[in-house]
């Protein structure tokens, strides 16, 4: 995948009623593992707990793996292989970046 070179990703959780359990062990989680997290206050007064990904998208997976795994209990790899698979069957032209 191409993109410019000021093209940056990051991933974001919200502190809401629904995620406070997990949101306190998230960020456990990344202080433990060293990766910075960034609160944030949003206009609705909800805490956002954020992660910059730069252009890595291989550390972004290695997140996402790593809050729902250890953080959300729920074993990624089956789901994102079926996400996977769902993706290039409705977006054909991703076909060459997952190969």
């Known amino acids: 995948m ?10 974001q959780f919200t502190r809401e009623q629904w995620s406070e359990p997990y949101y ?18 949003v206009e609705n007064g909800q805490s956002v707990l954020i992660v910059s990904l730069g252009q890595d998208l291989d550390f972004g997976q290695t997140v996402v793996r790593m ?6 209990k729920v074993p990624l790899f089956d789901r994102q292989a079926n996400f996977e698979r769902m993706s290039v069957m409705k977006h054909p032209t991703v076909t060459d970046v997952i190969r």
Request: hydrophobic share 35%; glycine share 6%; aromatic share 8%.
């Open 2 to 11: 191409r993109s410019p070179a000021d093209t940056t990703f990051q991933a």
């Open 24 to 41: 306190e062990r998230l960020r456990a989680e990344l202080n433990q593992r060293g990766i910075s997290g960034v609160e944030e206050t």
């Open 67 to 72: 809050a729902f795994e250890k953080v959300f």
